[in-house]
């Protein structure tokens, strides 16, 4: 896993410089991110209230365990984001390099995907 990481990591820089920046998919990639953790927010928000409204305690409690996922998962994505201060593919010579970018505005790790994927472990589970 350590070789694999490592691998993926020297290999990035290549991959990022690959990527159109000009092309309609870059332009509304982020749109399409922001509408899935949306629905995936209020998804589980929907599924508290629903919970609420049957008295169904298993409903509320995945509502809320996926909230507390989420909020973590941010918490923790936020942290790596200042640990590895990772350029975005738009900044600098656009080839995402680590530890050039701002804390503000790092790229790895993904916070759509470090949410969505919380909160859908939470709701898939037993």
């Known amino acids: 896993a350590i070789g694999l ?3 993926l ?6 991959m990022s410089s690959r990527l159109s920046t000009t092309g309609s998919a870059y332009k ?25 409204a049957q008295g169904d305690d298993r409903k509320q409690e ?5 909230g507390e996922a989420a909020i973590n998962a941010f918490a923790v994505d936020e942290v790596i984001k200042i640990a590895t201060r990772r350029e975005r593919p738009t900044d600098g ?4 390099r680590f530890g050039e970018g701002g804390t ?14 919380s909160i859908a472990s939470v709701c898939a589970g037993p």
């Not at 995945?62 to 996926?66: D, E, K, S, V």
């Not at 010579?93 to 995402?96: K, R």
């Open 5 to 7: 990481t490592a691998g």
């Open 93 to 96: 010579t656009g080839l995402g």
């Open 28 to 52: 509304h990639a982020g749109t399409i991110s922001n509408g899935g953790i949306l629905v995936l927010v209020a998804g589980s928000g929907g599924l508290y209230l629903m919970g609420l």
């Open 104 to 117: 503000a505005n790092s790229s790895f790790a993904s916070n759509h995907a470090m949410v969505s994927w």
């Open 9 to 14: 990591i020297n290999a990035d820089a290549e």
């Open 62 to 66: 995945t509502g809320i365990l996926a």
